[in-house]
């Protein structure tokens, strides 16, 4: 005789010996044994005049995910772990934490992470430089507001121990200290060979790292990639030990700002998967602008801000090098610079006597600003001579 198949939890059909043990387990949790209701007796164990039937018992099974299939009990632990501690959205505006705070404003938040991304040669290391030297001795910089003295880390790994300590000097140059602020510790590749630096490609390497930077409040790494070896930096997956570092960091109240190359495509921005983006809270990006008797000319753009408007970061072009003998660094806002160079030019123009219809045009494609830019300039320009 053809039966059902008895399905148990949405399984698929079983064999006959197992639907008997099925039904022969319903009969008797449900207190119907036909032996019973007949008035035979029963034997004291139960089984009524028949050997005990030995039965393996019965799996349950976890809960159905699709048709045809079962959640692993691995997946069931994945799913109650990660998401199991919640809040209600008074209690998650009740969680004690710090403010949002700068330690530099507005580019380096508390607790933030941020890159300064440009090509080889634009000044990279002497503008990170600066941060760390600006954020130890709690002086402001290039107009960024620096609130107090921080313990800073900086790492190094590319340069040698001559440059790197000729380069440190300049910066302190620049800014007018005499002495080196005792907040600025310095790690140097160079300075522990033959030992290889750390490759935070490694986990247990990354853990000694959180350990170590725990007792400072700004870690800057130039460059982020020569300390990531045996991974390729464009895939994503190879950046996922980072990512854990900069969390972990984050959480412990250390900023980061990072330095990176650009690709071989600019206009994507730093070298590698643009996933190292997403955990930033500010990105820089330097261009070169122009080098010429010991002056070397750099701008500085916004690519991402967070916790400031867009309009809070003015664009910076940056002049640095040998001035009357000292290193200096000078800063203006770029839209100042265009200006100046606007009525620089129109002046020249005006000289020669060649200031006729369509000089203004001329202007902006020589100088590569808009022309709503140029007509402003020149019209403060000739207001400023009237005021005269």
Not at 73 to 88: G, I, M, N, W
Not at 296 to 313: N, Y
């Amino acid at each position: 005789m053809r039966t059902e198949p008895y399905k148990l939890n949405g399984s698929q059909g079983v064999s006959p010996k197992w639907r008997r043990l099925l039904r022969d387990n319903d009969a008797d949790s449900q207190g119907r044994k036909k032996s019973v209701s007949a008035g035979r007796k029963a034997n004291p164990d139960g089984t009524n005049g028949r050997s005990k039937r030995k039965t393996r018992p019965l799996v349950k099974k976890l809960p159905i995910r699709g048709r045809n299939s079962r959640l692993h009990r691995s997946d069931v632990d994945t799913l109650q772990e990660p998401f199991a501690k919640t809040y209600s959205a008074g209690a998650y505006l009740r969680i004690s934490c710090r403010p949002v705070e700068d330690i530099l404003a507005p580019v380096l938040p508390m607790d933030g992470v941020a890159m300064l991304s440009g090509e080889k040669g634009v000044g990279k290391t002497f503008l990170a430089m600066s941060i760390a030297m600006s954020v130890a001795s709690g002086k402001d910089l290039f107009g960024w507001r620096c609130s107090r003295k921080r313990r800073v880390f900086f790492v190094e790994p590319e340069l040698t121990v001559s440059t790197g300590q000729a380069r440190l000097q300049m910066v302190a140059e620049s800014q007018g200290l005499s002495r080196m602020p005792k907040n600025l510790t310095i790690w140097s590749a160079a300075a522990q060979y033959p030992n290889p630096p750390p490759n935070l490609a490694k986990p247990s390497q990354t853990e000694a790292m959180v350990r170590q930077c725990s007792q400072y409040d700004l870690l800057v790494i130039d460059s982020m990639s020569a300390l990531v070896r045996g991974v390729d930096l464009n895939t994503a997956q190879a950046y996922e030990t980072i990512e854990d570092l900069l969390i972990r960091l984050r959480h412990n109240g250390t900023a980061v700002l990072l330095v990176q190359h650009l690709g071989k495509d600019i206009s994507r921005g730093p070298r590698g998967t643009s996933k190292q983006e997403d955990l930033l809270d500010t990105s820089l990006l330097l261009k070169k602008s122009s080098s010429q008797g010991g002056q070397t000319m750099i701008g500085v753009s916004c690519r991402k801000i967070r916790h400031h408007a867009d309009a809070d970061f003015a664009p910076l072009e940056i002049r640095f090098g040998n001035d009357d003998g000292l290193f200096r660094m000078h800063h203006r806002p770029i839209v100042a610079a265009k200006t100046e160079q606007i009525i620089a030019r129109y002046k020249e123009l005006e000289a020669d006597g060649l200031v006729k219809r369509g000089t203004l045009t001329q202007i902006s494609h020589e100088l590569n600003v808009s022309a709503s830019q140029v007509t402003k300039a020149v019209q403060a320009y000739k207001r400023s001579l009237r005021d005269l």
